[in-house]
């Protein structure tokens, strides 16, 4: 197997970053990572010679770049079995929701952005709160159809995927019924999740537009 870099945004703030991240991990594909700091000087011209989108996560697999969050899954799957449901129906709707959840829910994640280290119990606008609605109603429906603990009954991407929108619930104290919050902390007790955690919680930079949130 070729070399695997990841190359990802601030462990704190870098909410598309720590979806491959997870997913790399629960793949047990040997990776290194390279962190680039977002929102400093020159930091757009670093991720735009990565990649055309100017995006970080990037996954370098020896000369072959693999730019965006759900392509990276998608690689690992084809890798490693069981990243995705087995039943053909569930890996459907598995990735419809992933699909989701990188394009919609845009004011829960402008208004609600992923910041490790954040615990308040602001108010948040009304379009937040219906989208974390939203998402924990997707969370409900898939939870009801299975075992748990994960979505489908065994972790797989849509959990990965998951797992910044469940940071946000616990960052701003959103409302959610016990049974998401059960599902959370099930994420979020997760051992890779723990890793990502752990640094980002020392990282030296702070992004004062995105901590300024709620304030
Ligand atoms: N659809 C992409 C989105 C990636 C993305 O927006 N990444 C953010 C970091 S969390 C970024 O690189 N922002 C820098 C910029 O847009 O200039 C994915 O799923 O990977």
């Given at each position: 197997m070729n070399e695997l870099t990841l190359y990802i945004g601030n462990k704190n703030y870098s909410s598309w970053?720590?979806?491959p991240?997870?997913?790399?991990?629960?793949?047990?594909?040997?990776?290194?990572?390279?962190?680039?700091?977002?929102?400093?000087?020159?930091?757009k011209d670093k991720l735009l010679?990565?990649?055309?989108?100017?995006?970080?996560?990037?996954?370098?697999?020896?000369?072959e770049i693999i730019p965006d969050s759900l392509?990276?899954?998608?690689?690992?799957?084809?890798?490693?079995?069981?990243?995705?449901?087995?039943?053909?129906?569930d890996k459907r709707q598995a990735l419809e929701m992933c699909q989701r959840m990188q394009?919609?829910?845009?004011?829960?994640?402008?208004?609600?952005p992923m910041n490790l280290r954040r615990r308040t119990n602001t108010d948040l606008p009304q379009s937040c709160l219906e989208d974390a609605q939203k998402m924990t109603e997707m969370w409900e429906t898939c939870l009801a159809r299975h075992?748990?603990?994960?979505?489908?009954?065994?972790?797989c991407i849509a959990d990965a995927f998951s797992t910044p929108y469940a940071t946000r619930f616990v960052s701003y104290d959103i409302p959610r019924s016990a049974?998401?919050?059960?599902?959370?902390?099930?994420?979020?007790?997760?051992e890779d999740?723990?890793?990502?955690?752990?640094?980002?919680l020392i990282e030296p930079w702070e992004l004062p537009d995105t901590d300024k949130v709620g304030l």
């Open positions: 970053s720590l979806r991240f997870l997913v790399l991990r629960k793949a047990g594909l040997p990776f290194s990572e390279t962190l680039i700091q977002l929102d400093v000087a020159g930091f010679t990565l990649s055309e989108a100017g995006t970080v996560p990037v996954l370098r697999v020896g000369e392509e990276i899954s998608n690689w690992a799957a084809l890798c490693v079995p069981n990243l995705w449901p087995k039943d053909a129906q394009s919609d829910f845009e004011a829960l994640r402008t208004h609600a075992d748990g603990p994960f979505l489908f009954d065994d972790w049974k998401v919050d059960t599902y959370i902390s099930e994420l979020m007790a997760d999740f723990l890793d990502w955690e752990a640094e980002a």
